[in-house]
């Protein structure tokens, strides 16, 4: 099988197009790392070991190089997660305004604990660094939407807002 075959067989042809069209802006293969795997984990929902090796391949790259970046970078997920991320800052301006109250109501009332996924795939809890919305702490962000001035009373009418 050439190698072309073999990457499309662990990309689909759509999702190689989309990655070359992205290099073709960049001084370089590598630099599409970031945008390459978040083409592929915007149609999978995350980053298998056979997506990340194929994504290497195709970027000239090692696997390992790759891997480090995708661990580096807390939006590429290398795990599968549920229907919705939601991701609490936990640094240092939510924490001052009470994330951590917030955190113990999403955990209750989700039944999981950060960093798991409820057992009906609906959610998954991630904890992530400053959202750069710190005069409206506590913030998270549900998927794309950022949800600013947190409490723990406004998370049960927060959550019943995703399917
Ligand atoms: S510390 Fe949470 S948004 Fe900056």
Redo the contacts with the bound molecule.
Sequence with gaps: MSEVSQLIEALSVEEVDAIEAEITHLPNRESAAIEAMRIVQEKRGWISDESLRAIARLLGMSTEALDSIATFYNLIFRKPVGRHVLML???????V?G?DKVRTAVCDQLGVEMGETTPDGRFTLLPI??????D????MTIDEELITHLSADSIPDILSGFD
Excluded at 89 to 95: A, H, K, N, T
Aim: proline residues 5%; hydrophobic residues 35%.
């Design positions: 800052c936990d640094s240092v301006s939510c924490y305004m994330c660094v400053c959202l750069g919305a710190c409206r702490a506590p913030v």
